[in-house]
């Protein structure tokens, strides 16, 4: 069984910076399309970025210039750097796959457990 591992989530005062970092937490062939979301407190799950297997990234406009989506397909791992870090920032971030090649066979629309982040005013 294959799941998605975040790292990286924390409490940071406003402007400043944070990395999250998610992987497969077992053996996996490839990773197709991989994204990040994040849901604040009584809103609904949204759509941060996402970036296609040869690196090619999309931005929310709440998030572009501020944050990079990026990735390593050799360690199957994809990172979110935030920087300039606001309160309105301040949510769970789950890291999203849409398709994994593993041992076990080919799955769709995998997610992390979530990692929170807060910033601070």
């Known amino acids: 069984q294959v799941e998605l591992v975040e790292s990286g989530g924390g409490l940071v005062q406003a402007g400043g910076n944070l990395t999250l970092s998610c992987a497969p937490s077992?053996?996996?062939?490839?990773?197709?399309?991989m994204a990040w979301y994040r849901q604040a407190p009584g809103s609904k799950r949204e759509r941060v970025a996402d970036?296609?297997?040869?690196?090619?990234?999309n931005y929310a406009n709440s998030v572009q210039s501020r944050f990079t989506i990026s990735r390593d397909n050799a360690k199957n791992t994809v990172y979110l750097q935030m920087n300039s870090l606001k309160p309105e920032d301040t949510g769970v971030y789950y890291c999203?796959?849409?398709?994994?090649?593993?041992?076990?066979?080919?799955?769709?629309?995998?997610w992390g457990q979530g990692t929170q982040v807060t910033v601070s005013s």
């Open positions: 077992g053996r996996i062939f490839s990773i197709d399309h």
């Open positions: 999203n796959a849409d398709r994994i090649d593993a041992p076990s066979g080919v799955g769709h629309d995998y």
């Open positions: 970036i296609t297997r040869d690196g090619r990234p």
